[in-house]
């Protein structure tokens, strides 16, 4: 993120994704800012995060989130990073780009495995890149 208003753009970008879904139930916006804001809130005293938002045209169409928890790495000895707060239009390419966002994020932080935030190995869909054989396990929420 550069700015504010791109914070705020990935912050309020599901309510475009969303809008038509009368099951949602929106976030409130205070909590979402407290949750990205890096001088307070708990999770940025020991891990980082890194969001992205995906443009066409200048337009946003996609967000991501890549992050390192090394409580979690030391808990589990294992050497992963995480990607959540996924969210784009309904197109492959957009995915494609936000997920190698992300990918290219933790794989240059060394880590073995990107993994979605909160998801369970044995579940969700695999993705595979053969050019550099990782595998990213994601689940539907």
Request: net charge positive; glycine share 6%; with cysteine.
């Amino acid at each position: 993120m550069r700015s504010r208003a791109d914070r705020n753009a990935f912050i309020r970008f599901p309510w475009r994704i969303y809008e038509n879904d009368h099951a949602w139930v929106p976030p409130l916006i205070i909590e979402r800012k407290a949750f990205f804001d890096r001088k307070s809130h708990p999770f940025y005293q020991h891990g980082d995060a890194a969001l992205f938002l995906a443009r066409q045209n200048g337009e946003v169409v996609g967000r991501i989130m890549a992050s390192d928890d090394p409580n979690y790495n030391a808990i589990h000895d294992s050497n992963v990073g995480c990607f959540g707060q996924f969210e784009c239009v309904d197109n492959d390419n957009v995915a494609a780009a936000s997920l190698n966002a992300s990918t290219g994020t933790t794989l240059r932080r060394h880590f073995s495995m990107p993994r979605k935030v909160g998801s369970d190995v044995k579940a969700g869909w695999k993705l595979w890149d053969q050019s550099i054989t990782r595998r990213i396990m994601c689940a539907g929420y």
